[in-house]
């Protein structure tokens, strides 16, 4: 069975940062890719940051430069540095990952950007 299992989310002010994690157990690891789409109130679930399985790496336009994606495939992890917080980033966070035409996602961590 695979689960996810996503931390590090929370409120912080804007130009605050915040870095979230995921792991993935109960699934192989090769051939795999890994990311985090986020669901703000009222609004459809949107792509952040994804680490595709050959490796390259897309980002959202309205993250990019403030946000970084990495991925440890040995310990099935990925993780999300959120630097330079708005508020409109603002929502719950949900790590997904696709392995051979499957989504997995995890069960979300809420982030909210606020003074």
């Known amino acids: 069975q695979v689960q996810l299992v996503e931390s590090g989310g929370g409120l912080v002010q804007p130009g605050g940062s915040l870095r979230l994690s995921c792991v993935a157990s109960?699934?192989?690891?090769?051939?795999?890719?890994m990311g985090w789409h986020r669901q703000a109130p009222g609004k459809q679930r949107e792509l952040v940051a994804m680490?595709?399985?050959?490796?390259?790496?897309d980002y959202a336009d309205s993250v990019k430069g403030r946000f970084t994606i990495s991925s440890d495939n040995a310990k099935s992890t990925v993780y999300l540095e959120m630097n330079n917080l708005k508020p409109e980033d603002t929502a719950v966070y949900y790590c997904?990952?696709?392995?051979?035409?499957?989504?997995?996602w995890g069960q979300g961590t809420q982030v909210t950007v606020s003074s």
């Open positions: 680490v595709n399985t050959d490796g390259t790496i």
């Open positions: 109960g699934i192989i690891r090769n051939r795999i890719s």
């Open positions: 997904k990952i696709t392995r051979l035409g499957s989504n997995y």
